[in-house]
């Protein structure tokens, strides 16, 4: 492959290898967390799918359990149990190798874009090393170009390697922190609040970024935010959740135009009645 292509053919596939179906599918999944005083179930028997090629966007109030269960999946948590199997792989059964493997795959993009990155690490040098460590460049030549490459599809100009994380815009790190996650060969996005931490001038482009990638390169993700309109105009399904439970499911357009839930009713009528200026954005750049 070229140096600096930007698609990354992996060698761990499950017995689910279709190009169409659902990539995700979680079973009676729960997160639970002891300590010496208390026992909190984060995340109570939670079941759903994501399609290939899709958004699912996963809604509700801060508690809800909805980062809990984005970490569940990625296998980023110990207390876990249910099933969650990944293009036909029992993510929860994978072994170090098979793990590292699925962890290429799937990805977690975070809210706090500075904290995700190394301070002492130019955005060049961030994205070399993680190609290095996934052996995916056969020199530092090779690492060079290649995040060269990501950076241009981005959005952002190859000189920007040279730039520590503090001497780049929010909007910029998070780019950096996307170009790190697909450069090894994710085709799976988890996106936690990704654009929290940002100015609502950057939001929308961030997120028509993100729209972009699933619509040109296949990238199925999840969004994971509070922002309904946002979740309207992004996601193709969506999720409600409350105290760990998911409590309505389907199209963005079924559950946002016609919840069936009390407590998704409650969301929407709770929700500023002038549209958001995100919002707005959003549907600027993608039509109403």
């Given amino acids: 492959m070229r140096a600096g292509a930007p698609g990354i053919v992996l060698g761990l596939r499950g017995r689910g290898g279709g190009m169409s179906g659902p990539l995700l599918q979680v079973d009676g999944l729960r997160v639970t967390y002891r300590s010496a005083r208390r026992t909190v179930e984060a995340v109570r028997g939670v079941s759903f799918h994501v399609d290939r090629g899709r958004c699912l966007g996963v809604a509700g109030e801060s508690g809800s359990g909805k980062s809990s269960m984005a970490r569940a999946i990625l296998a980023l948590e110990e207390r876990v149990s249910g099933s969650v199997m990944y293009d036909g792989l029992d993510v929860r059964r994978l072994g170090r190798a098979a793990r590292m493997a699925f962890r290429r795959r799937a990805q977690m993009v975070f809210q706090d874009p500075m904290g ?26 090779a690492a060079a170009e290649q995040a060269a490459g990501w950076l241009r599809t981005m959005g952002l100009d190859p000189a920007y ?35 929290g931490a940002l100015d609502v001038s950057v939001q929308a482009q961030i997120l028509n970024l993100l729209k972009t990638l699933q619509e040109s390169r296949g990238i199925t993700w999840m969004l994971i935010g509070h922002d309904l309109a946002v979740m309207r105009h992004m996601a193709d399904d969506v999720i409600i959740m409350k105290a760990g439970e998911v409590l309505e499911r389907g199209t963005a357009a079924d559950v946002l135009e016609h919840p069936s839930h009390p407590y998704t009713r409650e969301l929407l009528a709770a929700a500023p009645r002038v549209e958001s200026a995100l919002a707005r954005r959003s549907r600027e750049f993608f039509g109403s």
């Fill in 161 to 195: 390697a040279d730039r520590f994380p503090h001497e780049l815009s929010g909007g910029q790190r998070q780019r950096v922190n996307l170009a790190r996650a697909l450069c090894v060969g994710a085709e799976f996005l988890v996106a936690d609040e990704p654009v």
């Fill in 116 to 141: 995700s990155l190394n301070p002492r690490l130019k955005a060049g040098a961030v994205l070399e090393e993680v190609l290095r460590v996934h052996g995916l460049a056969a020199s530092r030549e």
